[in-house]
C-alpha cells in the first residue's frame, strides 16, 4: 500500500492551508475529510504529507467514511506511517462518531404532533405536585434540540420569563418553541393567564422569527394542546 512520492510536509504549507491552522480561521466545516484525518495522524511518512496519507486511506475506501470505520487496526498500519497509536486515533474518532448519531437518535426525536410532546416530558412532569413552564426547542425539521425547564412554582401558578424563553432559543439556534406547563389539579383548561401569556410569547416570536408552534398543558391524565384547539 506504500505510495512514493515527493510531498512538502505541512510545515512547509501557507498557514491558511494548514488543517489545525485552516480551522481555527475558519472553522471546521471548511475542512475536508482528509484534512480532518490529517489533523489525528498530526504526520505523514517520509514521501507524503499527513493530508496526502489521508486522501490516500480514504481513495482506499472508496471515500466513504463508513467503509472506513469497519477497518481494524491491523488494516490501517499496513500504510507506511501508519502505527498503532494513530491507527486507534482514527478508529477511535470513527467510532465516537458513531455513538453520537446512536444517542442522536434516541434521545432528540422528532415532534410531528401534540402527542409526541406529551409523551416526551412524561419522566418530567408526570405526579409533579407543583407547577413547572418547560420549553422545547426545536431545529427546522421539528426533530428536538433540547428541553429546557423556565421555573418551578406552586401548585396553583409559575411564571414564565419571556426573555428567559427567547435567550435559551436563540442561544441553540433554535427554529421553532413549544411551550408546555402542567396543572398538578388534573384540569386541563387554561385560565386566561395561560391564554395571554400564550398570546404574548406568540407576538413576540413573530418579532423574533422564532414561531410558537404549540402550548401544552400538561396533566397525568392528559393535556390541552393550544394548536389541537386551533385557539394559537
Not at 16 to 35: I, Y
Not at 39 to 47: A, F, K, Q, T, V
Not at 100 to 122: A, G, H, M, W
Request: with cysteine; aromatic share 6%; net charge neutral.
Amino acid at each position: 500500500m506504500e505510495e512514493q512520492k515527493t510531498s512538502y510536509p505541512i510545515s512547509q504549507w501557507a498557514e491558511e492551508d494548514r488543517p489545525r491552522e485552516k480551522m481555527q480561521l475558519k472553522g471546521r466545516s471548511v475542512l475536508s475529510d482528509a484534512e480532518l484525518i490529517a489533523i489525528l495522524l498530526g504526520s505523514g511518512n517520509r514521501h507524503m504529507s499527513a493530508v496526502d496519507l489521508a486522501k490516500m486511506i480514504l481513495r482506499d475506501n472508496s471515500n466513504d467514511l463508513n467503509e472506513l470505520s469497519k477497518k481494524s487496526i491491523e488494516d490501517l498500519i499496513k500504510y507506511d506511517g501508519m502505527g498503532p497509536a494513530k491507527s486507534i486515533s482514527i478508529i477511535s474518532a470513527l467510532e465516537l462518531g458513531r455513538r453520537r448519531k446512536s444517542t442522536e437518535l434516541v434521545s432528540k426525536p422528532r415532534i410531528t404532533c401534540s402527542d409526541d410532546i406529551y409523551n416526551l416530558f412524561q419522566s418530567e412532569l408526570l405526579d409533579l405536585p407543583h407547577e413547572e413552564f418547560w420549553i422545547t426547542l426545536l431545529k427546522r425539521n421539528n426533530d428536538v434540540i433540547s428541553k429546557e425547564r423556565i421555573s418551578i412554582g406552586g401548585f396553583s401558578g409559575t411564571f414564565a420569563d419571556p426573555k428567559v424563553i427567547f435567550k435559551k432559543a436563540l442561544e441553540k439556534n433554535a427554529s421553532y418553541i413549544i411551550l408546555l406547563h402542567n396543572h398538578p389539579s388534573g384540569n386541563k383548561k387554561p385560565s386566561q393567564s395561560d391564554i395571554n401569556l400564550t398570546n404574548k410569547l406568540k407576538q413576540a416570536g413573530k418579532t423574533l422569527d422564532l414561531p410558537i408552534l404549540d402550548h401544552l398543558i400538561f396533566t397525568d391524565h392528559g393535556f390541552f394542546s393550544f394548536a389541537d384547539e386551533a385557539i394559537l
